[in-house]
Structures are given as structure tokens and as C-alpha cells.
């Protein structure tokens, strides 16, 4: 019995003396970038509430979003879809472009993606440090509740736009690391400002059921609302940049576009239902002058799914692939796009979606 006892002391000693994980500021950033390094999609509720610091008004909004990682974005690193629930209009952020959506009018305009696309009532439910913690502050510690670690962190003055007391604390959850709750403050000239976000209904990963693609499926019969002001493109009545794209059916097999044919550029994208509307008119051109109108169509976006709406439409003018940076040399920011130029490779003519013009405009150009 007494062995027995001695025994069981000493293993009580031995576990009591075993070094526990050390919980501190370190771990905990650390643990969170492991778990936020891991998540591909994330879908999530969110309560958002700004008080001003001028005038000390208060925003009370909450709303939804869906983000997919997306290594090849070079402004956010991700794809998002959002919508604020006082707000009609939906949003989506996705390869480079921002698209405004309304349901109630079946209808959606593009415009080119940009940093101020996040201060669209969507882009509101998509807090910066979902995937990021601050990397530059003047401390940073550590405390616990029984369900979360909160990390505080303090922050330098800033004199340029005179901010002062600027803290943020992350309540983080401990099964996941994830967000529960993000609060900032700040002063201003004497005003104290205060923004807060707390986070609901988290599903990551396999959880996730939505996708930003099949949003973009569900618009695709939807009219495109062209832009209200149009500048003059640069390219017009200049030489046509070089183009050497890869064929869409053939990625390994590049084409370049030259000069020595009247030249139709079809710019499309397969969630855009009147540039696929279009296709047999786009395809009518290329029958009715065979040996006088080269067409082109170029696409940027999920070339797999594109080739196959191509093959089930039965198109044969020939597709490239093309890219954000090509979209922006055209100043392509609405579907379909299409340019005529000439066969001595001068751009002459641009048109927002199909119309009998591309076709007067063709018959006049192989006219001289």
C-alpha cells in the first residue's frame, strides 16, 4: 500500500513538474498565422460599428462575405464576394475586377479593381486582418479569458494625419485562432474614434457551400450596365500593341495577332451572358467574309470553363487568353468589348457590346 502511494506521488510530482506550453505573445501571433496560412475559403456574419471622430458619428452595419484566396491578386491576395443587409446592391471583388450587383434590376456593372472597391458597403464586411495581424506597432501584449486570447497592440503617433493613443485588440478565438471580435481606437485632434468588429457564423474550407464562380453563374443572364462616362481610348487611331497570346484550345501553343486583315477583337468573359449571346453574331461575321475579317476573341478568365463554352456553342473563330494587364492596356473594364482594326493594324473603331454598327463599319472599311 504504501509503495503504492509513493508511486502515485511521484507521478503526480513528475506531471506537475512537466513544462507546460508557454502561452505568450509570440505563440499566439504565431498560432494565429498558422491557422490563417490554412484557410483557402472562409464565409462568415459580421457586425461593423464606426464612431467618428468628427462629430461623433456612429455606423451600425452588419452583412456577410465569402473570400477565397487567390495568390495571383496582386492588390488584395483574395477574392470576395459581400453585401451589407441595409443594402441592395451586392458586391464581388474578383481577378482584378469589382462587379455591382442588383437583384432587383437583373443587372451589374463592372468597374476595374482598386483599393477603394473595400469602401463599398460589400467591401465594409471584409476587415483587413482577417488573414493579417499588424506588423508594425510599439508593443504588443498577451491575456486570456476561458475561451479566447487577446492580443493588444499599441501604436506609434502619427503626426502626418494626427492620430494619437491608436490601439487594436484581437479576441481570438482558442480552438481556431480565428476572430471573434477586432477593436480599434484612436484619437484625433482631441476626438476619439472607435471601430469594432465582431464575427459570427465562421465556416472555413470544406465548410464553405458557396462560391464566388457559381455567384458569377447566377448573373450571367443579367444585363450589363455600361459605364455613365466614357473617355476617348488611347488606343484609338493608334497601332495596335503587340499581341502574343497563348490559343485557348492549346495553351502551350502561342499566337500572335499581325497586321494585313481587317481584324474584329471580341473581349469576353464566360460569366457574361451578352458576350455569349453574342457569339453567333460574332461567328455570323466570321462565315459572311471568309478570307476578308479576321476574328479574335480574347478571354482572361478560367480558361477551362471558357474552352468548354466554346466547344457547346460550336464557335470556330479562334480565342487567346488574355490577362488583367492586357484588359488594362485596352481600357477593358465592361463585357463584351470588341475593336476593329484596320489591316494596316491601326485601331479604329471600339464598341461597348454588339451592334448591326460593327457590321456597317466592317463592310465600309473592306469597301477601300
Not at 465562421?202 to 458557396?210: G, L, R
Not at 455600361?226 to 499566337?255: A, F
Amino acid at each position: 500500500m504504501k509503495k503504492s502511494l509513493i508511486v502515485l506521488l511521484a507521478i503526480v510530482i513528475f506531471c506537475g513538474c512537466k513544462e507546460e506550453t508557454k502561452i505568450d505573445t509570440n505563440y499566439v501571433i504565431a498560432k494565429f498565422q498558422e491557422h490563417a496560412d490554412n484557410i483557402n475559403s472562409l464565409e462568415y456574419r459580421m457586425q461593423r460599428i464606426d464612431t467618428f471622430a468628427q462629430g461623433g458619428t456612429v455606423w451600425d452595419n452588419s452583412g456577410i462575405a465569402l473570400i477565397e484566396k487567390d495568390d495571383s491578386d496582386e492588390i488584395f491576395g483574395f477574392s470576395f464576394y459581400g453585401k451589407r443587409d441595409d443594402v441592395d446592391i451586392e458586391y464581388i471583388y474578383d481577378e482584378g475586377k469589382g462587379f455591382e450587383i442588383s437583384k432587383k434590376d437583373s443587372s451589374y456593372q463592372v468597374e476595374p479593381g482598386h483599393l477603394g472597391f473595400m469602401g463599398k458597403p460589400g467591401g465594409q464586411m471584409v476587415h483587413q486582418n482577417i488573414f493579417r495581424l499588424d506588423s508594425v506597432y510599439k508593443k504588443v501584449s498577451v491575456s486570456a479569458t476561458e475561451n479566447s486570447y487577446l492580443l493588444s497592440f499599441e501604436f506609434e503617433n502619427d503626426s502626418v494625419y494626427n492620430v494619437s493613443d491608436k490601439k487594436k485588440v484581437y479576441e481570438l478565438n482558442k480552438a481556431d485562432f480565428f476572430p471573434i471580435k477586432i477593436k480599434q481606437t484612436s484619437n484625433r485632434l482631441g476626438n476619439k474614434s472607435v471601430s469594432i468588429a465582431k464575427f459570427t457564423d465562421v465556416k472555413i474550407n470544406e465548410n464553405v457551400k458557396n462560391s464566388i464562380n457559381d455567384i458569377k453563374q447566377g448573373i450571367q443572364h443579367y444585363t450589363i450596365i455600361p459605364p455613365k462616362k466614357r473617355k476617348l481610348n488611347k488606343l484609338l487611331t493608334k497601332k495596335l500593341p503587340t499581341l502574343e497570346l497563348p490559343d485557348l484550345s492549346s495553351k502551350d501553343k502561342m499566337v500572335k495577332v499581325t497586321p494585313g486583315q481587317l481584324t474584329l477583337i471580341d473581349f469576353w468573359e464566360v460569366w457574361c451572358g451578352p458576350c455569349i449571346a453574342s457569339f453567333p453574331k460574332v461567328e455570323h461575321l466570321k462565315i459572311k467574309y471568309p478570307n476578308k475579317l479576321n476574328v479574335i476573341g480574347i478571354v482572361s478568365e478560367d480558361p477551362e470553363s471558357a474552352l468548354k463554352m466554346v466547344r457547346k456553342k460550336g464557335t470556330t473563330f479562334q480565342n487567346l487568353v488574355g490577362n488583367n494587364e492586357l484588359e488594362e492596356e485596352f481600357g477593358v473594364n465592361s463585357w463584351p468589348r470588341y475593336f476593329l482594326v484596320d489591316k494596316t493594324g491601326i485601331v479604329q473603331k471600339e464598341y461597348f457590346g454588339f451592334s448591326d454598327q460593327i457590321e456597317k463599319d466592317i463592310k465600309e472599311f473592306l469597301a477601300k
